[in-house]
């Protein structure tokens, strides 16, 4: 890898254009106390959440395309650049682009970090000469870094794992990968027999052709699909290999499998070994699972990983088609983990956030909040499902579940069927934002997970008022909850960005929450804002600080990302735009807007070019012994 201490073309350095302005405006130190707040925004404790940028509090690491920049917390400058090797693959199997590899994540324990790095399997299709068996083969690569005093990483093992890349978390120093494939029926075992390769035979002689192709594709097929699959859920994949070698070949072969042919893996490691003998390979345990449908979302706590995913499936009762979404549960076992849990629910969830897992009294409850989305009819649901503790059984629902909105919602003109649209457990309460022209926010009491859930856990806030809306829902403790998102008027148009503070009333103990501020940033006739923190949380950033001297309350301080788009004038002049973060205070049931910082004035248009083809950082913000750091594109 090649290494380097010169600043990356096109990245630029902005920490001296507001050091004076961020000082007197919004002080960060009280009292000769500094404040550091620059771990990931992680869904749960005790286990982090891998993104493309890490910092330690001196160091920043960030993915930067295919490069791995490291640069002083203290002054700015980069410290070190390491170039990911270049794809060996021959230029004729890309004759109009050259594949570049790309860091997906990184995790940072210790003086270790864990580099996922995407766009190295094609190297192995040259090599084997032929399409494997299963799409993304050794598609994921890992590689450990240990750091030097200076900062900058010191390569120490890699490996490369199947399939493509979807989450990393780490805890107590192990990785764990997530990772999804696809078993390649089309390339092996349906392209041989398709119709239109057999123009002179009839139907019945290609019937007879196709079977006695497919009687000797399929045991071949098994046999190298079942050397890359022994370590997982053996149970599934027999089904698979049961119905690829029935009688009827042809119909296992030529028409479309109705089978769990997704697989997901998880790949774990320890992250802070340097211990690899003789060689530089990583030594990684692999379990996996094979899955009806694409891999959505995970979740995770430091017991457990949970995949979720989806596939349509027919429901009798209602007489249409409906999602469906199927749940694998790992159990994390130092740098391992193991397939203990499965489970099902009718509906699909909004995000990592739709999920809570809770473990007590020899159970396992996983709560979910899922929309039910029918062509002509929309539902929510708040369900708990549950098994035993380590008996490897299935989630079944243990609850009556709380059905939150009408469940004949019927859609008319622009306004949408009603669904979930932003959700967050916190401890043993939910709330939940459904989306209707006055959207309304939801409070589930779920202390007994055995009991039945009923009306009287459910509070109802209609405090997001008539033209509200919530992508994101984020605790900052008292009971009180930030709320962002797009602000729409009645008839469902954009009308600003808003970010809302709910607390429950003082004189209240029920769980009802009123909004206490609302701020909103309007759109022009030309402009309108939006920020990627209502879709990527990691990109949101809120802490707190205190003035023991002074005896003031409690001031929270949020860094979240903004746009501003802006449309061109009639005569052609390109009105100014906004791309950086706003720097806001939550003080006394207040909110209030301190600091604007504008990377897009950084940059500048001079490097029109670099923002399409060169790599970019991930929109993110710390805050470290006082100084706030921002990050966005190429600044």
């Known amino acids: 890898m090649e ?46 959440t891998a993104d493309r940028t890490k910092t330690d509090g001196s160091f920043i690491y960030a993915s930067y395309g295919d490069y791995l920049l490291v640069w002083n917390v203290e002054d700015g400058n980069i410290t070190s650049k390491i170039q990911l090797p270049k794809v060996d693959i021959p230029e ?4 109009y682009f050259y594949p ?37 083969y050794m598609a994921t690569r890992i590689v450990i870094f240990k750091k030097n005093d200076d900062g900058s990483p010191q390569f120490v093992s890699q490996r490369d794992i199947h399939g493509s890349f979807h989450q990393a978390y780490s805890t107590n120093s192990n990785g764990h990968v997530v990772t999804q494939s696809q078993i390649d029926t089309w390339t092996h075992l349906r392209t041989p027999v398709l119709r239109w390769k057999f123009p002179n035979l009839t139907d019945d002689e290609y019937k007879e052709e196709a079977t006695k192709i497919g009687k000797e594709l399929v045991p071949k097929f098994v046999a190298d699909l079942t050397q890359l699959l022994y370590p997982f859920d053996l149970t599934r994949q027999s089904l698979l290999v049961d119905s690829l070698t029935s009688e009827d070949i042809l119909d296992g072969v030529a028409t479309e499998l109705k089978l769990a042919d997704k697989i997901s893996m998880v790949s774990s490691f320890v992250i802070d070994n340097d211990d690899t003998g003789a060689t530089d390979v990583l030594d990684v345990s692999v379990n996996g699972a094979l899955q009806p449908g694409p891999l959505v979302y995970v979740y995770a706590t430091d017991q457990m990983l949970v995949l979720a995913d989806t596939e349509v499936r027919w429901v009798e009762g209602m007489r249409e088609y409906v999602r469906k979404s199927w749940l694998t549960c790992f159990r994390l076992d130092g740098a391992s983990s193991k397939h203990e849990i499965s489970g099902s629910v009718l509906g699909v969830f909004l995000g990592p956030y739709a999920f809570d897992m809770v473990e007590k009294d020899g159970m396992v409850y996983l709560r979910i909040a899922t929309s039910v989305k029918f062509e002509s009819s929309t539902w929510n649901e708040i369900v708990v499902l549950g098994t035993e503790s380590g008996t490897g059984m299935i989630l079944e629902r243990i609850t009556s579940s709380v059905r939150v909105g009408a469940p004949n919602e019927v859609r008319t003109g622009k306004r949408p069927l009603l669904r979930f649209e932003a959700v967050h457990f916190l401890d043993d309460t939910v709330y939940a934002v459904t989306t209707l022209h006055s959207h309304t926010l939801y409070t589930v009491n779920l202390t007994d997970p055995s009991s039945s859930v009923g009306a009287g856990n459910l509070s109802v806030s209609e405090g997001l008022g008539l033209a509200g809306s919530a992508d994101y829902l984020h605790p900052i403790g008292n009971g009180k909850i930030l709320s962002i998102g797009e602000e729409v008027d009645d008839q469902l148009n954009d009308v600003g960005f808003q970010i809302s503070l709910f607390g429950g009333a003082a004189d209240s103990s029920s769980n009802e929450l009123k909004l206490l ?6 759109n022009e006739e030309t402009q309108w804002s939006s920020s990627v923190a209502s879709w990527k949380p990691k990109a949101l950033r809120y802490f707190t600080v205190h003035d023991d001297s002074k005896n003031d309350d409690e001031m929270g301080i949020l860094v979240i990302p903004l746009t501003v788009f802006a449309i061109p004038e009639e005569d052609g002049e390109e009105p100014p735009t906004f791309k950086g973060f706003v720097v806001l205070t939550i003080q006394n049931d207040t909110i209030t807007r301190r600091l604007d910082i504008d990377h897009e004035m950084i940059v500048g248009s001079a490097d029109d070019n670099c923002k399409q083809v060169c790599g970019h950082l991930a929109t993110r913000s710390f805050v470290v012994d006082g100084s706030l750091i921002t990050l966005r594109h190429q600044s």
């Open 517 to 522: 501020d609302r701020l909103l940033l309007p």
């Open 3 to 48: 290494s380097s201490s010169q600043e990356t073309a096109n990245l630029r350095n902005g920490s001296s254009l507001y050091p004076q302005e961020a000082s007197s405006r919004l002080p960060l130190v009280f009292d000769g106390t500094s404040i550091d707040s620059f771990g990931t925004n992680s869904q749960e404790s005790g286990i982090d």
């Open 92 to 95: 004729e199997y890309y004759p």
């Open 100 to 136: 570049i590899p790309y860091i997906e994540a990184i995790l940072l324990e210790g003086d270790h970090l864990a580099v996922v790095v995407s766009g190295y399997g094609g190297e192995y299709q040259v090599q084997l000469g032929t399409r494997p068996v299963i799409c993304n």
